[in-house]
């Protein structure tokens, strides 16, 4: 059980699911239930579900982390495709603890180099959510977005949330179906 952390100061939050954004006021007592790819996710002692980025973690006690991995991390250099991989790894579901890539949420990634090598490259990015209705759809794609932009030599970045094909179970990587449960 997460032990109740008491907010230091004002901060800026989003509402789960609905993606609305909210303010919580400084002494609210919220629990953390999920801390994963730079942000927390809180329950208030009124029941709102919210999602508290890495910005505002002083406000409850925590470090601003590092959530996107840096190149050579393992030793070894690696292309500008696999660090955008790599780095869409880092985002979640606030509602699920599993990343975007292998809940099966990532239909595509293209990496185009611009005309001039010096110039870097274009990122884009297919894809989709658990449901059409999440409203933290604008949210993960935002939080996708800033941290590919992070990267060196992403100058030009497009993520776009697509409907087809539909997003079933199937699309789980098996690491990911036998943390929920479904293997």
């Known amino acids: ?28 007592h919220v629990k953390i239930t999920q801390s994963l790819g730079g942000t927390f996710t809180v329950m208030t002692d009124d029941g709102n579900m919210v999602q508290i980025s ?3 973690a002083d406000a409850i006690g925590k470090e601003k982390a590092q959530a996107v991995p840096k190149n050579g991390d393992s030793g070894e250099a690696k292309s500008l495709e ?3 991989w790599d780095t869409l790894k880092t985002c979640y579901d606030p509602e699920i603890p599993i990343n975007i890539v292998d809940l099966g949420l990532v239909y595509e990634c293209t990496v185009t180099p611009l005309p001039k090598p010096e110039e870097g ?14 409203g933290m759809g604008e949210v ?38 036998l943390k929920l449960g479904f293997l």
Do not use: F, Y
Not at 1 to 28: F, H, N, W, Y
């Open 121 to 134: 490259a274009s990122v884009h990015v297919k894809m989709t959510l658990t449901a059409p209705g999440c």
């Open 54 to 56: 890495s910005e505002n």
């Open 82 to 84: 696999e660090q955008v």
């Open 140 to 177: 993960i794609k935002r939080d996708a977005e800033t941290k590919i932009k992070q990267l060196a030599g992403a100058q030009e970045v497009n993520v776009e949330l697509v409907w087809e094909p539909p997003w079933d179970q199937s699309k789980m990587t098996d690491a990911a179906k």
């Open 1 to 28: 059980m997460a032990e109740p952390i008491v907010l230091s100061r004002d901060c800026d939050a989003v509402q789960i699911p609905s993606g609305a954004p909210i303010r919580l006021a400084k002494g609210t």
